[in-house]
């Protein structure tokens, strides 16, 4: 054994994801750390706490993580039964981390800054798959590892408003009026939505899971309005497949908010292409710029950017990455999750080697190592995990030995359930209600377009990004 072989496994990210990865390394007898920059495992996940998920438990626990807890007399939940994000935090990823096997390896507060190797930039070769990485935390303190799994997520890194992916004109300065994805419209957040007029701008869960919840909030608060501002043409994509969704509580997501907007309680507009946000007064207009160079302005009290997220590698500056140019993945990670091709469940499983990078022995796992692509689902980074654990303990059958088992239509980690009431879709779920959820599939599965749309722009083409799948 070398001196870098005793060295742990830095794992960045004590999310879904990065406790699997631990979990396996555990199993593998393989030394390992967890960095999380939050104060509690499944931070991220926390921050949607009010949100319902809608795949089962039974696709929500790795394999190796489930063996670990059950050891430990873990009560594991109803497998068919769809928790909230608070609840798969609380549920699961708090008594996973909680383990003897797991607990003394976990830093939290410890937010990543860099990796390099020892005394190596990114242009030294000679020496560099035996020297350590180095990876430097932002309160100054250093750790180095044999390898490195990243699983630190896209949350912190949403995409722009902006049309052409730059931050629209004003987007910056119009921050006050800007809310991130999956706000808690029924709880924390109401008094900020409750009587306004509010833009939801995206086609994917997260926006899908806010209008339900912002339709809920009309119902009850007088003065509440709802506009959905879509880039494409159609919201076929968003609607989905409804009954025909291998996951029921998926499929009636989308048949729920079509009824919202056929209904007239959500103000849909298709070819909206965010150009510029102007404040005016207590409120901010969002122009629009056509295909043929002319505007519209619409103006609204508070803006939800649901538009998806992108991954950050800056920390990853002076590794040697191999990324595609489109999707920000593995070059050979990039055609098989390329979202002009596939939906969550036509992705093909993967492991170490379409995960691999020049720089050995550092892998960006779970929706990370999507890049810019939205159909990234929590049941494949658990694969994933799997096969880069087995590989750094050498054991390369079992790494490339990748099986998947999923619904015919796919699972998503973006999820959503129901909401208080039971009787719309999405936000807090309340005990004893019955989960819906978002349908996804290739052509999303709806034999005919809406009822009713407000176009601004038909000649516009392409999806908002956000996608079936993603946030």
């Known amino acids: 054994m070398s001196a870098l072989d005793e060295l742990p496994v830095v794992v960045i990210g004590a999310g879904p994801v990065g406790l699997a990865a631990a979990a396996h390394l555990y199993e593998r007898g393989l030394p390992f750390t967890v960095l999380e920059a939050g104060d509690t495992p499944g931070a991220a996940v926390r921050q949607w706490g009010h949100v319902g998920v809608f795949?089962?438990?039974?696709?929500?626990?790795?394999?190796a993580a489930r063996r670990l807890l059950d050891e430990a007399g873990w009560v594991a939940p109803d497998p068919g039964a769809l928790p909230t994000g608070a609840e798969?935090?609380?549920?699961?990823?708090?008594?996973?981390?909680?383990?003897?096997?797991?607990?003394?390896?976990?830093?939290?507060?410890a937010r990543v800054e860099a990796i390099s190797r020892l005394?190596?930039?990114?242009?030294?070769?000679?020496g560099r798959d035996a020297t350590p990485f180095l990876i430097r935390l932002a309160d100054g303190d250093e750790l180095l590892a044999r390898a490195v799994i990243d699983a630190s997520g896209t949350w912190g890194t949403p995409n722009v408003l902006g049309?052409?992916?730059?931050?629209?004109?004003?987007?910056?300065?119009?921050?006050?009026?800007?809310?991130?994805?999956?706000?808690?419209?029924?709880?924390?957040?109401?008094?900020r939505f409750a009587g306004r007029h509010t833009l939801v701008v995206g086609a994917g869960h997260s926006a899908a899971n806010t209008l339900l919840s912002l339709a809920e909030l009309?119902?009850?608060?007088?003065?509440?309005?709802?506009?959905?501002?879509?880039?494409?043409?159609?919201?076929?994509?968003?609607?989905?497949?409804?009954?025909?969704d291998a996951l029921p509580a998926r499929g009636a997501l989308g048949s729920r908010l079509r009824e919202h907007v056929d209904d007239g309680r959500i103000r849909l507009l298709t070819g909206f292409s965010v150009y510029a946000l102007t404040p005016a007064g207590d409120r901010v207009a969002v122009v629009v710029r056509h295909a043929d160079g002319s505007e519209e302005a619409v103006t609204v009290d508070r803006i939800v950017a649901a538009t998806g997220f992108r991954p950050d590698h800056s920390i990853a500056a002076e590794l040697r990455l191999d990324l595609d140019p489109v999707m920000g993945a593995t070059r050979a990670l990039a055609p098989?999750?390329?979202?002009?091709?596939?939906?969550?469940?036509?992705?093909?499983s993967h492991g170490v080697d379409q995960l691999a990078h020049p720089e050995p022995g550092y892998y960006a796992v779970g929706m990370k190592s999507y890049g810019r692509a939205p159909t990234f689902l929590m049941a494949t980074g658990y694969?994933?995990?799997?096969?880069?654990?087995?590989?750094?303990?050498?054991?390369?059958?079992?790494?490339?030995?990748?099986?998947?088992?999923?619904?015919?239509?796919?699972?998503?980690?973006?999820?959503?359930?129901?909401?208080?009431?039971?009787?719309s879709c999405c936000g807090p779920a309340a005990a004893g209600s019955v989960g819906k959820g978002l349908a996804v599939g290739s052509s999303g599965g709806l034999l005919s377009p809406p009822l009713s749309l407000v176009t601004l722009d038909a000649t516009s083409v392409g999806g908002q990004t956000g996608g079936c799948c993603g946030s």
Do not use: F
């Open 88 to 109: 798969l935090a609380a549920g699961y990823l708090q008594p996973l981390a909680a383990l003897p096997q797991l607990k003394p390896h976990v830093r939290y507060g």
């Open 336 to 348: 098989l999750i390329d979202p002009n091709e596939h939906s969550c469940g036509t992705v093909p």
């Open 218 to 244: 009309a119902a009850a608060a007088s003065g509440t309005e709802v506009t959905w501002a879509i880039r494409s043409a159609s919201p076929t994509r968003t609607y989905g497949g409804g009954h025909a």
């Open 55 to 63: 795949s089962p438990w039974r696709y929500d626990v790795d394999a």
């Open 383 to 423: 694969e994933q995990v799997r096969s880069v654990a087995a590989a750094l303990a050498g054991d390369w059958d079992a790494a490339r030995d990748v099986q998947l088992d999923l619904p015919e239509t796919g699972v998503c980690n973006s999820k959503l359930a129901d909401s208080a009431t039971g009787d």
């Open 163 to 191: 049309a052409s992916g730059l931050p629209a004109r004003g987007e910056r300065a119009a921050a006050a009026y800007l809310e991130h994805a999956l706000p808690d419209v029924l709880g924390a957040d109401r008094d």
């Open 119 to 126: 005394g190596l930039d990114r242009l030294r070769t000679a």
